[in-house]
């Protein structure tokens, strides 16, 4: 079986963990080059001592011949261009999400990926989780019958940098997009209208960027059952991540994953763990998961589970998230403009 020879561009924090993993974990691919403006190639070689070539030119590695696929670890500003270079150059794509903030940009993106033949994947990572993955399959083997309410737990340990919340795409391009996929991915069905309610109850300087930090999404689905959501920037014991799905013969529960599973029953009450503290602790499985689904399925050249289809369907739910708030009233997935 040919190896995959993958560069990937972007080596913050997710671009980390996408390397060590390829690295450690997937002897079928290569990390053969990276690309990252931040870091000068005596940096780079400091670091990661395999042989790699570095550049600080992501168009340079892009174009490398014996590139098979990029994986894009970008801020979202940058993720469009980086798509369509390497749609240009004949390149496999993972990139994390969104595809961009611009909507009709996403469209063409999404077209474009399509009429190639090439393989986009986006990073909605959460698909991947093993508790989510086993709730997935319970469902669709019918072990609760007909779906009617998801409800979906979503909330940050604290607040982010507001540098970043300034070029994020505010809080559902940025933050819920990951739980308007996972609805969908639950629910197997599509969204036809979405009501939204956004506060900033976290910090003013929040709306200051033109954003909020505290939100409640109702999606409706095409036969008229529901998705319930509701997001904080910030949960003070932990990274918050829960979901319940239930349906006409039963309940499906994924809990919080804690420090430790060790329960403490005393005079004064009953003791337990806090959640994790971060998203990279927290879904560490999910992201070494979601790679291997990607280098499988150009391995073997089989589809993929999770598209640019989905990574449009879950911003136009976002888009119209923020619609909904702006506006007060319920926003239907028609109005979007496709």
């Given amino acids: 079986m040919k190896k995959i020879n993958i560069a990937i561009i972007g080596i913050g924090r997710i671009g980390k963990i996408h390397l060590r993993n390829i690295i450690s974990h997937f002897p079928?691919?290569?990390?053969?080059?990276?690309?990252?403006?931040?870091?000068?190639?005596?940096?780079?070689?400091?670091?990661?001592?395999?042989?790699?070539?570095?550049?600080?030119?992501?168009?340079?590695?892009?174009?490398?011949?014996?590139?098979?696929?990029?994986?894009?670890c970008t801020p979202t500003s940058s993720h469009a261009q980086l798509i369509e270079k390497a749609l240009e150059s004949g390149k496999h794509i993972f990139c994390e999400k969104p595809i961009d903030l611009s909507l009709e940009r996403t469209i063409l993106l999404v077209k474009k990926a399509k009429a190639s033949g090439l393989k986009l994947m986006?990073?909605?990572?959460?698909?991947?989780?093993?508790?989510?993955?086993?709730?997935?399959?319970?469902?669709?083997?019918?072990?609760?019958?007909?779906?009617?309410?998801?409800?979906?737990?979503?909330?940050?340990?604290?607040?982010?940098?507001?540098?970043?919340?300034?070029?994020?795409?505010?809080?559902?391009?940025?933050?819920?997009?990951?739980?308007?996929?996972?609805?969908?991915?639950?629910?197997?069905?599509?969204?036809?209208?979405?009501?939204?309610?956004?506060?900033?109850?976290?910090?003013?300087?929040?709306?200051?960027?033109?954003?909020?930090?505290?939100?409640?999404?109702?999606l409706v689905f095409e036969d008229g059952t529901y998705a319930v959501i509701d997001n904080s920037r910030k949960a003070v014991y932990g990274y918050d991540q829960r979901i319940e799905v239930f349906g006409s013969n039963g309940m499906i529960q994924v809990k919080n994953n804690l420090h430790n599973s060790n329960v403490l029953f005393d005079a004064d009450g009953i003791h337990q763990a806090l959640p994790l503290?971060?998203?990279?602790?927290?879904?560490?499985?999910?992201?070494?998961?979601?790679?291997?689904?990607?280098?499988?399925?150009?391995?073997?050249?089989?589809?993929?589970?999770?598209?640019?289809?989905?990574?449009?369907?879950?911003?136009?739910?976002?888009?119209?998230?923020?619609?909904s708030v702006e506006e007060k009233r319920p926003v239907q997935i028609s109005e979007i403009n496709l």
């Fill in 122 to 218: 986006l990073g909605f990572n959460r698909r991947f989780d093993p508790d989510f993955m086993q709730a997935h399959k319970n469902i669709r083997a019918g072990k609760i019958g007909d779906i009617q309410v998801v409800k979906i737990t979503s909330r940050d340990p604290g607040l982010p940098p507001i540098d970043y919340i300034k070029n994020s795409g505010g809080l559902f391009m940025d933050m819920a997009i990951h739980d308007f996929d996972m609805a969908r991915y639950m629910m197997g069905k599509e969204v036809k209208e979405v009501y939204a309610n956004g506060l900033v109850l976290v910090d003013k300087k929040v709306a200051e960027a033109g954003d909020i930090d505290t939100a409640l999404t109702t």
């Fill in 28 to 72: 079928q691919a290569n990390i053969v080059a990276a690309a990252d403006t931040n870091y000068t190639a005596e940096d780079f070689k400091k670091i990661y001592k395999e042989t790699i070539f570095f550049s600080t030119d992501p168009a340079e590695v892009i174009s490398m011949p014996n590139v098979d696929a990029i994986v894009i």
């Fill in 277 to 323: 503290d971060f998203f990279m602790d927290r879904y560490a499985s999910s992201y070494l998961n979601e790679m291997q689904h990607f280098i499988d399925a150009l391995s073997n050249d089989i589809p993929l589970s999770v598209t640019g289809d989905d990574g449009l369907k879950a911003t136009v739910i976002a888009v119209a998230a923020k619609k």
